[in-house]
């Protein structure tokens, strides 16, 4: 029969066992990855710009492309890979939100594309758009009422 292990001594295990990360080269690198991911952002809006695309629709594309890329990268696996490295580098920009959906809906494959993938996709999206939504409104309702 095994003894139940007081939170103390559960916290001293994962303590002993946990690895130590040096916290000044893993921000170092989340920052540098978070940048060339701000840069390739920054690039593909350039060159939609030379190509003499509307800057509103050239920013949108941009948005659009970074989306698709993090989509396929999550789906290939490599967007893991590459967040392991960056950290918080990688969810911050746009493309950590698309790979937070698109995780979802990886993993949910196995259950079907109907209870699996349509039903789990938006578990991550869902609050955000909700509560970006509702704030957004508060925020317009706000602005209303004692700013104009």
Known sequence: MS???TPNEYQ???SK???RTDGSATRIKSFLI????????EGIRQLLLYFEVEPDAAAAW???ILVFCSAVFTGLGLYEKLAKHGGAGT??????FANAVASAAVESRTEGYILGVGAKIFTI???????GTTASVL???IYYLFCR
């Open 34 to 41: 978070g940048g060339a991911i701000c840069m390739l952002g």
């Open 17 to 19: 066992e946990s690895n």
């Open 139 to 141: 925020y317009g309702i």
């Open 62 to 64: 941009t948005s659009v």
């Open 125 to 131: 999206a869902g609050p955000v758009i909700l509560y």
């Open 3 to 5: 003894r139940k292990i």
């Open 12 to 14: 001293s295990l994962v």
């Open 91 to 96: 969810l911050v920009p746009i493309t950590g």
